[in-house]
């Protein structure tokens, strides 16, 4: 990829299995890109690997922070010293919306643009053609960027950690979601009616339409105090059967949640 008739010069920190996807993708699409990872592994094939931190960001004009979360706050304080006005640093890391406030607030006396970057599906085996939500001001150069890489993209804001909301309150339905029905099948097979359950989750998800989720959440809050009462005999019914009823339980404490504040404002 060209700009100014030379190539983009990405850095790529982390190289674990979303990292290194995305840079090969990269380095095919035509981008100068120097990876880096203090633990070196997997497959990194194609990928041209800086001999350093320093290595790898210096002069890069945009910069892909793949970290895990945790190291992501050491990560762009290392980087700070070396970035310069006009560089794009994005942050690619699942985090919470105050964690991406604080890189953005970090980044932001080297004069480089921050993005806030929310991989919206698993990048194995979509590397950089994974969707993504951006926010912050340098999502539009960002965005500008990766279309012509064939990422599928949407700019959700302007402020850092807009685009890690969306992502966690849909972790929060999908792991959610996620969660249930493997504790569901784990208690289906202790009871000897796996092969059933799996067919009417199935015949749930395919009969899915637009007027699904309403009914879900009219339906819960209607019949709270009902369903309340049926989770914990659910509960009971793991405990016999000596499956582990996290979500269970936590359904009901939620069912009753919703139970306590329909007698407080009735």
């Known amino acids: 990829m ?14 674990g299995e979303a990292g290194s996807l995305i840079a090969r993708d990269l380095v095919r699409g035509g981008c100068a890109v120097r990876g880096w990872d203090p633990d070196l592994h997997g497959d990194l094939s194609e990928i041209p690997v800086a001999a350093s931190f320093a290595a790898a960001v ?13 190291v992501a706050l050491d990560v762009a304080r290392d980087a700070l010293p070396l970035l310069r006005p006009g560089c794009i640093y994005a942050d690619l890391n699942t985090a919470g919306p105050a964690l991406k406030r604080e890189l953005a607030a970090i980044v932001a006396p080297s004069g480089a643009r921050f993005v806030d970057v929310a991989m919206m599906s698993p990048v194995p085996p979509l590397g950089i053609r994974v969707p993504m939500f951006l926010a912050g001001d340098g999502a539009a150069e960002l965005a500008e960027f990766l279309r012509p890489l064939g990422t599928p993209l949407e700019i959700v804001g302007t402020l850092p950690g807009e685009a890690a909301a969306r992502k966690l309150t ?55 105090k009902r369903r309340a009462h049926e989770m914990r005999d659910a509960g009971d019914l793991l405990d016999t059967l000596g499956v582990p009823a996290t979500i269970t339980r936590a359904t009901t404490q939620s069912l009753e949640r919703i139970v306590e504040e329909q007698q407080t404002s009735g």
């Open 58 to 70: 210096d002069g890069a004009q945009i910069v892909l922070s793949v970290n895990w979360a945790i």
């Open 2 to 15: 060209l700009r100014n008739g030379e190539s983009v010069t990405v850095a790529v920190l982390g190289l």
């Open 170 to 224: 849909r972790s929060v339905f999908f792991k959610g979601m996620s969660g249930a029905v493997c504790e569901a099948l784990e208690a289906a097979r202790a009871a000897g009616v796996e092969d059933w359950l799996r067919s009417d989750i199935t015949k749930t998800f395919v009969g899915a339409d637009e007027t699904l989720l309403d009914r879900i959440v009219e339906g819960t809050h209607k019949h709270a």
